[in-house]
């Protein structure tokens, strides 16, 4: 197979132990190895530093410009020195005796601090990570940048010379298990790289990133790499679910390859637990109801223990609400009563919110307007614990509608108990009640709001 287009590893299988560093976004990954890489200073250079430096001597730095990197030419007097740490020292001042320490620069001949050489696998990940950080420090300076989300590779050119140096660090050392943390590297770095053309509309790239991870899931089951790959073809479908309509066959997609995650990879709970939780969300606001139970279902199984199951019962018990009738009666924040009951005949958008949500007050002209245009009542469920900030802050934004709000502190903020019953821990979180009184949807977006103004 061709290094720049498929990972090389027909020529024998590898046994290489799983690693920790499947969850480190490529510049931090790569930054570490290639740290890793330039240091190998011995433990007799170490043992040798003096320990009678004076306390008081001053660590030197040398403040090189990131825009002064060079990703073909390198030399060691553009490396930060080594450090030695002078141990401790008595002082005294004032009677009273505390000990100090110092750092100096370790100065000594080239090979404190090798790099290196060109056209090894090191050197790949260290023109990666010099690619990177040239990519973080431009697109810093230009905040509306649009990027895929941990990704800091901002141009096709810089993706493919990613691709190159990657591919040619993976050949060289898919059959040398010493190399571990270098060919994970190497992985994350062609992964990522792949991903930015995939979602930029290159199908090359999106059909490699499947043809990668199915290569290295056969190779090497179970490992980090086939941890890296199979977690990039879950981003890969999030991404084009999210710039696709509901009906596109990315939603079941995304949906399959995060279950199959959570299957393959138990071991990776955490990061599975994350995944079905997002896509049972993401469901849930595409009103894709079956989908979403699915997710929120697979975390009950395959994590019975997990601390997040608590968090999927009451997301199934949300989602089993739609399309029923259900019993709602509250205290109001003026000493009143609402009862849910008696509001039949009106459709009504339910939301739960608080006065520190900044998110929340952006959407209050928009709630506003449906009461006012759309003739939607407005029942808000507060999720805080100051009665009179909540009475002034509707009075301040003349926010509409009925509000409930429990004067025993045992049944506010988060414990408030419609809130706690259907695992409602994001504020605001919209709910559809049609005339009826059925419940039509439980994660209604802003802009599925605005569509309930405009269609009056």
Not at 102 to 130: C, F, H, N
Not at 143 to 157: F, G
Not at 430 to 435: G, L, P, S, T, V
Request: charged share 20%; net charge negative.
């Amino acid at each position: 197979m061709a290094t720049a287009r498929m990972l090389v590893m027909n020529s024998g299988r590898l046994f290489i132990s799983r690693g920790n560093l499947t969850y480190l976004p490529t510049l931090i990954m790569v930054m570490t190895v290639s740290i890793l890489i330039g240091c190998n200073k011995s433990t007799n250079d170490t043992e040798s530093a003096s320990k009678d430096a004076p306390a008081e001597e001053k660590m030197q730095t040398g403040e090189d410009s990131l825009d002064e990197f060079k990703l073909d030419d390198l030399s060691v007097d553009s490396q930060p020195p080594l450090l030695t740490i002078t141990p401790a020292s008595t002082s005294r001042s004032g009677g009273t005796e505390f000990k100090t320490a110092s750092m100096k620069r370790q100065a000594g001949s080239s090979e404190d601090y090798s790099l290196p050489v060109s056209g090894t696998p090191e050197w790949d990940i260290r023109q990666i990570a010099l690619l990177i950080a040239k990519e973080a420090h431009k697109t810093s300076s230009n905040q509306s940048r649009q990027q895929i989300p941990s990704l800091n590779i901002a141009t096709d050119e810089t993706a493919r010379r990613i691709i190159a140096l990657a591919s040619h660090a993976i050949s060289e050392t898919h059959q040398r298990p010493e190399k571990e943390l270098i060919f994970n590297a190497a992985i994350q770095s062609l992964m990522d790289a792949r991903l930015k053309l995939a979602i930029a509309g290159e199908k090359e790239s999106l059909d490699a990133i499947y043809e990668d991870a199915a290569t290295i899931a056969k190779e090497r089951p179970g490992s980090s790499a086939s941890i890296i790959a199979a977690g990039t073809v879950v981003r890969l479908a999030l991404e084009m679910a999210h710039a696709s309509d509901s009906d596109s066959p990315w939603v079941s997609e995304y949906v399959r390859q995060v279950k199959l995650f959570a299957t393959n990879f138990p071991q990776e709970e955490a990061r599975a637990i994350v995944q079905l939780t997002s896509a049972g969300e993401f469901c849930e606001q595409r009103q894709l109801i079956l989908p979403a139970i699915e997710c929120y279902t697979m975390i009950q199984q395959q994590f019975p223990k997990s601390p997040f199951r608590k968090k999927a019962d009451a997301a199934l018990q949300r989602l089993g609400l739609i399309g029923k009738s259900i019993s709602l009666e509250s205290p109001t924040i003026d000493g009143g009563t609402f009862r849910l009951s008696e509001k039949k005949g009106k459709p009504i958008v339910l939301v739960f919110w608080s006065v520190r949500s900044s998110a929340f007050q952006q959407d209050i002209e928009l709630l506003n307007r449906l009461v006012t245009e759309a003739g939607i009542h407005l029942v808000g469920i507060n999720m805080d614990t100051d009665a009179e900030a909540v009475k002034q802050f509707i009075e301040a934004n003349q926010l509409a509608g009925e509000h409930t709000f429990y004067p025993d502190f045992s049944l506010q903020g988060a414990s408030q108990p419609l809130a706690r019953q259907f695992g409602i821990n994001v504020v605001p979180t919209y709910w559809y009640i049609d005339a009826q009184g059925r419940v039509r949807a439980t994660n209604v977006s802003r802009e599925q709001l605005n569509s309930l103004v405009s269609h009056q």
